[in-house]
Structure formats: structure tokens, C-alpha cells
């Protein structure tokens, strides 16, 4: 019985190290093809992004709209790696609706710059200590992508 718990407990540690991130000097990557946000800013993030359950996870970035602009809405994805494959999650709009502020009021003129702050809580009770990737686009009325980032994060214990 001990060896099959011991068997057991080498098998999740294993596991959990092949789960990592992929090391880079910086937690925060463009999205391929994207525009890339400028002056980014996100609380608690260097290697990795560090967010805290029951906390807010907190970011600010400035975009540039393609076009005039009516609305704007964030656009949120999860990727966790998991036993050799990738789960995708991605955030319900409902729950993203109040996550946006903007420095500016809409509509925006076409090449005008605005500056976008990103509050989003972190529930209770989420899983811990794994990491993922969560990508960040920012979009228009007609759907154009004005902004899109990555960040390889964790969730930790709230301190």
C-alpha cells in the first residue's frame, strides 16, 4: 500500500513538472500577427504573473483604434497545459462586462490613442500553483483587434 501512494505521489510530480511554463526573460509576449498593447502594465508580473485568489488582477495598457469607435470590449483566454495537451477556457463576456474602464469617452475617432484599465477578480477557491497562459485582446464594434498580449501566469494562496 505505501509503494502504490509512493508510485502515486512520483507520478503527480512528475506531472507537475512537465506542466511549466516555457522560461522567458518576461511573463508578457505579443499575440502573434496582433497589435501590440503600449506601455503595458500589470500588477505582480515579471517571469510570471503572480495573481491571488479572492484579489483583483489588475492591468493597464494604451491601444490605438483602426477605425471610429463605439464600443469597446475585452476578450479573454485561458490555456493551461495539462498532461501533454492544451485545455482552452475562455472568460463568459458577463463576467468581463465590468472588468473595462477607459481614460477617454466613446466614440473614438479613427487613430485616436486611449488608455485601457483591466480589473478582473480572481475567485476563491480556484486550482493553485498551475500555470497558464492568459491572453488579453482588446476589440472594436466590428470585432478588429486593437490590442492583444499574453501572460504566462500562476494563482496563489490569497496571502
Keep these: 500500500m505505501i509503494f502504490v ?6 507520478t503527480f510530480c512528475v506531472a507537475a513538472s512537465l506542466q511549466q511554463a516555457p522560461e522567458t526573460e518576461s511573463a508578457i509576449s505579443a499575440c502573434p500577427g496582433q497589435p501590440k498593447p503600449a506601455n503595458l502594465f500589470i500588477d505582480n508580473c515579471g517571469t510570471k504573473c503572480m495573481l491571488y485568489e479572492d484579489s483583483k488582477a489588475t492591468a493597464r495598457w494604451q491601444f490605438q483604434t483602426k477605425q471610429y469607435t463605439t464600443l469597446l470590449r475585452p476578450k479573454v483566454r485561458l490555456t493551461v497545459p495539462w498532461r501533454g495537451k492544451k485545455r482552452v477556457y475562455f472568460i463568459s463576456e458577463d463576467i468581463l462586462a465590468t472588468s473595462l474602464a477607459l481614460d477617454r469617452s466613446l466614440p473614438m475617432q479613427a487613430g485616436a490613442i486611449g488608455t485601457v484599465m483591466f480589473d478582473m477578480m480572481v475567485p476563491k477557491e480556484t486550482w493553485t500553483f498551475i500555470p497558464f ?8 464594434q466590428s470585432n478588429n483587434t486593437l490590442s492583444c498580449f499574453n501572460a504566462w501566469s500562476e494563482i496563489r494562496n490569497k496571502l
Aim: aromatic share 8%.
Design 5 to 10: 501512494k509512493a508510485l502515486i505521489f512520483a
Design 133 to 140: 497562459e492568459c491572453t488579453i485582446e482588446l476589440v472594436d
